[in-house]
């Protein structure tokens, strides 16, 4: 096992009916901005449980967050904090709203001209404006993380940003919030959990015993919870089994004292980036090219995984393997979830390119040992076409 640290300082507040909580977290004497999304609180009561748990407070609101986060809508948010004295913000939402919320607690205390230089220049964030969350929607992770992903229409770009000052103060998860969830975004949690997993766990072997054992529980419970959730969103013990699964596959603690890939999420984002495809379903398109143009680098772990979640116990290492990537892609596809980018788009050609042009522009070496070169995401997307 590897050396760590490991802090995460966000509270977190689970259960039914526990939104009403949020007056005990936030300071009597702050003023607030609420931030969300499109407006799908206002339909599900989620914003009303809110208002009347905040009546007390000075609350000035915010909407209109879109999903993957556009950085000239929070622009106008952050002119709004400035404008009106804001000290502390809540994001009621799901990723989106959240990652939006970061960028915002990010830019309120930076100090140079132009806070897109958070995300280009890698800027970490030591100590952000205090914010906490109402999640609505289980998938990221976010919640309880510190990292945040924007994107810039104007320039076709998604980029990650983070830092220790990130961490929301807390996050209350009410996991009867799902019952308005429309399937296609149900299925997206899933799919992104699920793939948060692989990316911290599908590298090589090193010894850490109860990190790849927190890593298979999690994977086993979102295959267990699954149709249910989908089938069901009402039955509450597969929803909070849900929810809490989200939470615990990126909150840091299975990445400790193991190798991380996360390859799969950077080629992801940029198929978010140039075609606006759902952040999950790129995952579900990058994911079972690059295992197997990894094959040879990953065929252990793949083997464990195998057996440990898909039962599959025949045959030798590599047969394992690759039987448990066949039934990787077999759940995308359980989940309504197409893997190929020509599923989503007609106008694939070049893509590969554009991303290996623009990884060598970043200067990029992705993967466990940083050997994925891009030439090689160039070739993984193409094997996504
Ligand atoms: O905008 P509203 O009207 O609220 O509707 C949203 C949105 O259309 C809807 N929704 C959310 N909760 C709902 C609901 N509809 C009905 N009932 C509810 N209770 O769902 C839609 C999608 O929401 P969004 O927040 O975009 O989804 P998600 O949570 O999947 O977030 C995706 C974003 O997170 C980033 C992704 O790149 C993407 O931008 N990620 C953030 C990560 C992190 N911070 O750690 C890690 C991830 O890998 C990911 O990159
Ligand atoms: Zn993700």
């Known amino acids: ?149 924007i994107t810039r229409a104007e320039t076709k770009e ?17 996991p009867q919030v799902i019952t308005s969830i429309p399937q296609r975004q149900l299925a997206n949690g899933l799919m992104d959990s699920f793939t948060h997993v692989l990316e911290q766990y599908m590298t090589y072997p090193i010894g850490a015993l109860l990190q790849d054992r927190f890593a298979e529980s999690i994977l086993q419970t979102l295959v267990e919870v699954a149709p249910t959730v989908l089938k069901d969103p009402t039955d509450y013990q597969a929803a909070s089994n849900f ?3 989200c939470t615990m596959a990126l909150n840091g603690l299975i990445q400790k004292g193991v190798p991380g890939d996360w390859a799969v999420h950077m080629m992801g984002h940029e198929l978010t980036a140039l075609f606006g495809i759902d952040h999950a379903r790129t995952l579900a398109v990058i994911a079972p090219s690059h295992y197997k143009y990894n094959f040879e680098a990953k065929k252990e772990k793949l083997a ?53 042009k623009r990884f060598k522009a970043r200067g990029w070496k992705l993967g466990e040992r940083q050997a994925l070169m891009p030439e090689d995401a160039e070739k993984i997307v193409k094997m996504a076409y």
Do not use: C
């Not at 800027?123 to 990292?147: D, H, Y």
């Not at 998604?158 to 009410?174: N, Q, R, T, V």
């Open 1 to 149: 096992m590897n050396n760590f640290e490991f802090k995460n300082p966000t509270k977190i507040i689970f259960g039914k009916d526990t939104i009403e909580k949020v007056k005990e977290e936030i300071p009597q004497d702050a003023k607030v901005l609420l931030l969300y999304g499109g407006g799908s609180i206002k339909k599900n009561g989620i914003y009303d449980q809110v208002k009347t748990a905040l009546a007390n407070v000075d609350v000035v609101e915010f909407g209109g967050i879109p999903a993957n986060p556009e950085y000239a809508t929070l622009m106008e948010a952050l002119q709004v904090i400035k404008d009106q004295n804001i000290t502390y913000l809540l994001a009621v939402g799901g990723g989106s709203v959240i990652d939006g919320t970061k960028f915002l607690s990010a830019a309120a205390v930076y100090d140079g001209d132009t806070p897109w230089d958070i995300l280009t220049k890698s800027i970490r964030t030591e100590k952000g404006m205090p914010f906490g969350t109402v999640l609505t929607l289980p998938a990221t992770g976010s919640e309880m993380n510190s990292g945040a992903v």
């Open 158 to 174: 998604k980029l990650a940003m983070g830092g220790p000052g990130l961490f929301p103060e807390f996050s209350i998860l009410d």
């Open 243 to 245: 929810m809490w699964s």
């Open 304 to 356: 464990q995984y195998a057996e440990r979640i898909w039962n599959i116990t025949e045959g030798s290492t590599e047969d394992k393997a690759y039987a448990a990537i066949e039934k990787t892609e077999a759940f995308f596809h359980q989940l309504g979830i197409d893997t190929k980018l020509s599923d989503y788009t007609k106008d694939y050609e070049g893509t590969a390119e554009e991303i290996a």
